[in-house]
């Protein structure tokens, strides 16, 4: 299929019997690759985007999407992920990629493994808190600054204000 300078290969796929994965590996008119991919349990479904310019390891990316849905509740505690094997051949990406991915994904807390199960995802709540501080924290040190440089309180609460609205 194309579309404009966009290429596109479609699949859908049943990993575990119970996740369907549906991928499209996309190639734009500057040569990039992105696969982009769909895992759903439920209804809604989850994307996961490797971009194979981007110079972080595609284990980090896999990583960082994860946390990312897990962050947001796209996966709840107590759901199981695709198995490693399961999830690398559809991907066409190497074993050893995804299981460093959820080594680290472990590692942080994020997700747990039963042995001859699978990972799941642990309650994550104090995850959530944590990231919900340091966000907080971020946002302080804007405003100091935004504060030193002569941004009026009028403009940073209408700046909050018009990103809440959206």
């Known amino acids: 299929m194309q579309t404009g300078n966009l290429s596109r290969k479609k699949k859908l796929v ?18 990039t690759l992105h696969i982009q991919v769909w895992i759903t349990q439920r209804k809604e479904c989850l994307m996961i ?10 284990y980090e990316q896999v ?11 796209g996966l709840l505690p107590k759901e ?4 490693v094997r ?3 051949m559809e991907l066409s990406i190497n074993p050893n990629t995804i299981q460093r991915a959820y ?3 472990e590692r942080k807390g994020f997700i747990y493994t039963v042995k001859g199960r699978g990972s799941f995802i642990a309650d994550t709540e104090h995850l ?26 009028d403009q ?10 959206k």
């Not at 990583?63 to 509740?73: D, M, S, V």
């Open 80 to 83: 199981q992920l695709p198995s």
């Open 128 to 153: 959530v808190d944590i990231r919900k501080n340091d966000l907080l924290c971020s946002v302080a040190e804007i405003l100091r600054e935004a504060k030193e440089i002569g941004i009026e309180k």
């Open 49 to 58: 985007i490797i971009d194979y310019k981007d110079r972080r390891p595609i």
């Open 103 to 105: 080594m680290e994904l």
């Open 86 to 88: 399961n999830l690398a």
């Open 14 to 31: 049943v990993i575990d019997n119970q996740f369907f994965l549906y991928y499209t590996n996309c190639i734009n008119s500057n040569s």
């Open 63 to 73: 990583e960082e999407r994860f946390e990312e849905l897990i962050l947001k509740g």
């Open 156 to 165: 940073v609460i209408k700046k909050v204000e018009e990103v809440y609205e």
